[in-house]
């Protein structure tokens, strides 16, 4: 794999217009009949709005005075934000429509930002970089080992990876973003304001999707130290996300870091074209 230090000048970000689930009724336990998996799941998903209408206004301040390329990718990520906003709202009313609280759980992620979104732009900017380096990484392993998704629905496989291949395709956009806003920073005053956030933004990220599971494994009667091991094993052992992220994670604490030192392109383009094959764009989303 090759390693670049900035972002590829031939990237092209545009928003795939892709809708899922329409036609089909997703299952309790929609991941091979798994509760937990399933509840890891849910838990992320019921983040993704609030967690994107963030990212997106924490990025948008900063688009007037982007250069155009930069402004460019802006638009791009803004509208692929948009999309994911949307398709996990549809994905979030299935989990409700079995008798989750979706509703309290998107109260608890409002409620988190709202810390986030009281500090001033350049710190949200950070907070941004910091919960999309999260997300791309989290995109990486699912796009490259299928086991993540084993199980699934072709309905809910299709919608995970197509927003996995968008967080890959657009993971250097709010970290250019910010390099630009802080440009006048001394190097140590932005790597400290980056690495710090990152601390902050893992907490936030664990302590809500954990809070999450709790709900929904209470909600399953389920809510048990055998449930909690089970989902410690999911994630570090088999089929192991956290395990298969950890080097990924730790490398944004490195001095000089930029996302597309992981060039990911052949994988995010190997997992359009799969994705292709088996989806057109959407003509009308109900």
Same mark, same amino acid.
Request: glycine share 2%; hydrophobic share 45%.
């Given at each position: 794999?090759?390693? /670049?230090?900035? #972002?590829?000048?031939? +990237?092209?970000?545009? @928003? !795939?217009?892709?809708?899922?689930?329409?036609? #089909?009724? =997703?299952?309790?336990?929609?991941?091979g009949g798994d509760p937990v998996g399933t509840a890891f799941y849910n838990a992320l998903s019921v983040t993704f709005p609030q967690g994107e209408r963030f990212f997106m206004d924490a990025v948008r301040h900063y688009r007037?005075?982007?250069?155009?390329?930069? &402004?460019?990718?802006?638009?791009?990520?803004l509208a692929q934000e948009a999309m994911h906003t949307r398709e996990h709202l549809f994905f979030n009313k299935q989990v409700a429509d079995h008798g989750f609280d979706v509703a309290a759980m998107?109260? &608890? #992620? !409002?409620? !988190? +930002?709202?810390?986030?979104?009281?500090?001033?732009? +350049?710190?949200? /900017?950070g907070a941004t970089v910091a919960l999309e380096h999260f997300t @791309?990484? +989290?995109?990486?392993? /699912?796009?490259?080992?299928?086991?993540?998704?084993?199980?699934?629905?072709?309905? =809910?496989? @299709?919608?995970? !990876?197509?927003?996995?291949?968008?967080?890959?395709?657009?993971? =250097?956009?709010?970290?250019? #973003?910010?390099?630009l806003a802080a440009a006048r920073l001394p190097a140590w005053r932005r790597w400290t304001l980056r690495t710090m956030t990152m601390i902050a933004a893992t907490r936030l990220l664990?302590?809500?999707v954990g809070s999450n599971i709790g709900d929904i494994f209470t909600a399953d009667g389920i809510n048990n130290a055998r449930s909690w091991r089970q989902l410690l094993r999911f994630m570090l052992v088999k089929p192991g996300m956290l395990r298969q992220v950890l080097w990924a994670y730790l490398a944004y604490f490195r001095p000089g870091f930029h996302p597309w030192q992981h060039d990911d392109r052949a994988l995010m383009r190997q997992a359009e074209r799969d994705l292709s094959a088996a989806y057109a764009p959407a003509e009308a989303v109900a």
């Open positions: 794999m090759s390693k /670049l230090d900035k #972002t590829p000048s031939d +990237l092209d970000i545009r @928003a !795939r217009d892709m809708a899922f689930g329409r036609d #089909t009724h =997703a299952s309790r336990w929609w991941l007037n005075v982007a250069p155009p390329e930069l &402004r460019q990718q802006i638009a791009g990520f998107e109260r &608890r #992620t !409002r409620d !988190r +930002l709202a810390f986030a979104r009281s500090r001033p732009p +350049l710190q949200q /900017l @791309a990484i +989290l995109a990486h392993a /699912l796009l490259a080992d299928p086991r993540h998704l084993d199980g699934a629905s072709d309905e =809910a496989k @299709a919608m995970w !990876r197509w927003h996995a291949i968008e967080e890959v395709e657009h993971k =250097a956009v709010a970290y250019d #973003t910010f390099m664990f302590a809500t």
